[in-house]
Nanobody, 123 residues
C-alpha cells in the first residue's frame, strides 16, 4: 500500500501562485509514476500533470501547460505542483495519485489516491 497526503491548498486571488505537496509513505516512492488530478462537484476528474518515476519525464494538460510545473523529490518521498498565474477556472479539489508503471493521464490507471486539497481562486 501507498499512502498519499496532499497539502498546500487554499484561497488565493487570480494571478497568484500556490505550491501543492503530496507526501507518500508505505512503499518505495521512486517505484511509482505520479500524477495530479482535479475535480469540481458533479464533474469528472480531470488530468492535470504526471511525472515519471525518476522525474525526468513530465506531461501536462493543455489547460495548465506553461503555468503549472510538476516535480518530485524521491529522497523526501514528496511530489509537488507549482501553480502560477492561477485563474478562477483552476478552482477545484486537487488530488495526487500513484501508479506502478509509466506516466499516464488516465485516472483509472492509477493504483493509489490521496484525499485531496481544495484550491479556490477568486476573480
Amino acid at each position: 500500500q501507498v499512502q498519499l497526503v496532499e497539502s498546500g491548498g487554499g484561497l488565493v486571488q487570480a494571478g497568484a501562485s500556490l505550491r501543492l505537496s503530496c507526501a507518500a509513505s508505505g512503499r518505495t516512492f521512486s517505484n511509482y509514476a505520479m500524477g495530479w488530478f482535479r475535480h469540481t462537484p458533479g464533474k469528472a476528474r480531470d488530468f492535470v500533470a504526471t511525472i515519471s518515476r525518476s522525474g525526468g519525464g513530465t506531461y501536462y494538460a493543455d489547460s495548465v501547460k506553461g503555468r503549472f510545473t510538476i516535480s518530485r523529490d524521491n529522497a523526501k518521498n514528496t511530489m509537488y505542483l507549482q501553480m502560477n498565474s492561477l485563474k478562477p477556472e483552476d478552482t477545484a479539489v486537487y488530488t495526487c495519485a500513484a501508479r506502478s508503471g509509466s506516466i499516464s493521464y488516465t485516472p483509472r490507471e492509477y493504483d493509489y489516491w490521496g484525499q485531496g486539497t481544495q484550491v479556490t481562486v477568486s476573480s
